[in-house]
T-cell receptor, first 114, second 117 residues
Framework: KQEVTQIPAALSVPEGENLVLNCSFT??????LQWFRQDPGKGLTSLLL?????REQTSGRLNASLDKSSGRSTLYIAASQPGDSATYLC?????????????FGPGTRLSVLP | DTAVSQTPKYLVTQMGNDKSIKCEQN?????MYWYKQDSKKFLKIMFS???????INETVPNRFSPKSPDKAHLNLHINSLELGDSAVYFC????????????????FGEGSRLTVL
């Protein structure tokens, strides 16, 4: 069964800290992996997309890595800010299709304290 | 202007009722989706339409019926609501069903929270 898990479920850090969010997935035969941000009462916003042939992607203070062989991805957030507070979801495309196998993890709820 | 808009944002209703959630996108996209986010926060795809044609129909009860009058709209109608239908329903759109694989450009609405009493 294709599953995506995220640890921890919630994380609270003081402003300015660097932090890492973890995502694990079953089945290393993935097509790509995507990180999203979800603010309370809002929809999801795409942050980074890593294709299966890539090892990492960077956007500003965010860096996502992918290790297919171990079934893991990490999202590194540098110099965290209160505005980074949100739920971060990892989603994996298991195969090339219309989206049937686009599986989301449950998310990590991040709180960055001023 | 909101790219993907859903109405209503909140819906509280009794078991057995029929309700609809509407979704509109002004991005000119060909493909639209309905996702369900349950109480454990897992987001799962329910349906997808590409240019008004159904391309994904996951294992959902047939009480759920999507309708796409044109490619800018994808509505979700639910008959005989049950307690387990309580969730947040998200509409999303992408340029088409294939480009999203390469770009990851999937745009979500703000969600419609359905509570069945």
């Amino acid at each position: 069964k294709q599953e995506v898990t995220q640890i921890p479920a919630a994380l609270s850090v003081p402003e300015g800290e660097n932090l890492v969010l973890n995502c694990s997935f079953t089945d290393s035969a993935i097509y790509n992996l995507q990180w999203f941000r979800q603010d309370p009462g809002k929809g999801l916003t795409s942050l980074l997309l890593i294709q299966s042939s890539q090892r990492e992607q960077t956007s500003g203070r965010l860096n996502a890595s992918l290790d297919k062989s171990s079934g893991r991805s990490t999202l590194y957030i540098a110099a965290s800010q209160p505005g980074d507070s949100a739920t971060y979801l990892c989603a994996v495309r298991f195969g090339v299709n219309y989206g049937q196998n686009f599986v989301f993890g449950p998310g990590t709820r991040l709180s960055v304290l001023p | 202007d909101t790219a993907v808009s859903q109405t209503p944002k909140y819906l509280v209703t009794q078991m057995g009722n029929d309700k609809s959630i509407k979704c509109e996108q002004n991005l000119g996209h060909d493909t639209m989706y309905w996702y369900k986010q349950d109480s454990k926060k897992f987001l799962k795809i329910m349906f997808s339409y590409n240019n008004k044609e159904l391309i994904i129909n996951e294992t959902v009860p047939n009480r759920f019926s999507p309708k796409s009058p044109d490619k800018a709209h994808l509505n979700l109608h639910i008959n005989s609501l049950e307690l387990g239908d309580s969730a947040v329903y998200f509409c999303a759109s992408s340029q088409d069903a294939w480009a999203v694989l390469y770009t990851g450009e999937l745009f979500f609405g703000e969600g419609s929270r359905l509570t069945v009493l």
